[in-house]
């Protein structure tokens, strides 16, 4: 592998995933969303530590078992996993004494799963956005093997996040991220990788934050310098992702390598060590055919 630096590659992917918003559960496109994505499955699995659900699930060995583990972890305020054990004694084959017992637990967790949806709600009646949308966001993961309910929840979100009297506090929080990352690296006069990062805090409008980004982005697009400088970096990221990708291919599928080594002759400068090194690679191989 090499390991060279280039500034302004390694510039736009520092942005990118360096300020990349928490709130992807929240809507919103973001082409660079790794850290959203990270972010809530980081939650997703602070939740499913709470609830214990692989100790469970490997302890109980039997229908009975799990009925009282799932009966326990109900009591205890872990829904996920009370669900999980209820519907997997439900759908048991050959059924016994304990299915109907779990479908009947099942019901009744709906009703529990409706109680708390109007709690939700009824935060997001006094305006309690964010706190509401968090319990909203818990409920869709926690009752998600909830029959009937679990869809509920999840046609309730769908509705709920394209409502405009959300959207704007809902996409606020990511956008502000962006904007304060895409102001800074203006700042330190990385204009390429400022470029990029306001077009994507554009894209959470209407957020106040969003309308600010959109607007500086379309007085930079003005700047043909500047366009032309983050067009570059943007060509040059792609070339160095598909040269990664051709150093992986080399040993085992040389002639799928030698294809994206050409690609990068024909779309990088000819200056750039993407383009130098490319150019290397393609003269190993075409070596290694003849020997």
């Known amino acids: 592998m090499r390991h060279r630096l280039i500034v302004v590659v390694v510039c736009i992917l520092s942005a990118v995933l360096s300020c990349s918003p928490v709130y992807a559960r929240h809507g919103g496109r973001g082409g660079g969303g790794f850290n959203l994505i990270g972010a809530f499955a980081a939650q997703k699995a602070a939740w499913l530590k709470r609830e214990a659900a692989a100790e469970a699930l490997r302890r109980a060995k039997n229908n009975q078992q799990r009925m009282i583990?799932?009966?326990?972890?109900?009591?205890?305020?872990?829904?996920?996993?009370?669900a999980m054990l209820y519907l997997r004694v439900a759908l048991q084959v050959p059924k016994d004494k304990h299915n109907g017992q779990a479908k009947a637990a099942l019901k009744a967790m709906a009703k529990d799963g409706e109680a708390e949806l109007k709690?939700?709600?009824?935060?997001?009646?006094?305006?309690?956005?964010?706190?509401?949308?968090?319990?909203?966001d818990y409920l869709d993961w926690a009752y998600e093997e909830v029959p009937v309910f679990n869809n509920k929840i999840k046609s309730h979100l769908t509705k709920l996040r394209h409502d405009p009297r959300y959207e704007p506090v809902l996409k606020e929080k990511p956008a502000a991220l962006l904007l304060a990352e895409a102001e800074k690296r203006e700042r330190d006069d990385a204009r390429c990788c400022a470029y990029w990062i306001y077009e994507?805090?554009?894209?959470?409008?209407?957020?106040?934050?969003?309308?600010?980004?959109?607007?500086?982005?379309?007085?930079?697009?003005?700047d043909p310098a500047i366009v032309a400088e983050a067009q570059q970096c943007r060509l040059l990221t792609e070339?160095?992702?598909?040269?990664?990708?051709?150093e992986l291919l080399e040993k085992t599928l040389p002639n799928q390598a030698v294809t994206l080594f050409k690609e990068i002759l024909e779309k990088a400068p000819r200056d750039s060590e993407v383009h130098k090194d490319a150019l290397g690679e393609l003269a190993k191989l075409h070596g290694k055919k003849k020997g």
Do not use: W
């Not at 935060?123 to 956005?129: D, F, G």
């Not at 070339?239 to 051709?246: G, L, M, Q, R, Y």
């Open 200 to 222: 994507e805090a554009a894209a959470y409008t209407p957020a106040p934050s969003a309308v600010k980004a959109a607007e500086r982005f379309a007085a930079m697009q003005k």
């Open 119 to 136: 709690k939700a709600d009824d935060l997001l009646a006094k305006n309690r956005i964010e706190e509401a949308f968090d319990k909203f």
């Open 239 to 246: 070339c160095e992702k598909k040269f990664h990708s051709a």
């Open 69 to 82: 583990y799932a009966d326990r972890a109900r009591k205890e305020g872990k829904p996920r996993l009370a």
